[in-house]
């Protein structure tokens, strides 16, 4: 069983940055792949950024893509969203996931993902 704990949200004003933060705890971490996901009041889910087990592959949605940056440290068990030059629409609750994987493959669709921290709320005022 793995647990997430993201940190690091909060209210920033539109061109700002943020720096979210997810620690896992109880498996294996560079065993998981993991994702940073975001939903907004009324909208569906959205992956964001993903980054493999080895940190050696990422993925991200087109609108965050130069923006923001995902990187893990498995040393710390830790993996981390950097959101540069943020938007009124980047405002949604993020959440991290992960997912056992013996690949590298980096996967968009939430319910591919078994574990999820309780998520941290990211606002950016219009």
């Known amino acids: 069983q793995v647990q997430l704990v993201e940190s690091g949200g909060g209210l920033v004003q539109a061109g700002g940055s943020l720096r979210l933060s997810c620690t896992a705890s109880?498996?294996?971490?560079?065993?998981?792949?993991m994702a940073w996901f975001r939903q907004a009041p009324g909208k569906d889910r959205e992956f964001v950024a993903g980054?493999?087990?080895?940190?050696?592959?990422?993925e991200y949605t087109d609108s965050v893509k130069g923006r923001f940056t995902v990187s893990r440290d498995n040393g710390k068990n830790t993996v981390s969203l950097q959101m540069n030059t943020l938007k009124p629409e980047d405002t949604a609750e993020y959440s991290c996931?992960?997912?056992?994987?013996?690949?590298?493959?980096?996967?968009?669709?939430?319910?591919?993902?078994?574990?999820w921290g309780q998520g941290t709320q990211v606002t950016v005022p219009s």
């Open positions: 980054i493999s087990r080895s940190g050696g592959t990422t």
């Open positions: 109880g498996g294996t971490f560079s065993s998981y792949a």
């Open positions: 996931a992960a997912r056992r994987t013996v690949t590298e493959a980096i996967l968009l669709n939430g319910g591919r993902y078994e574990y």
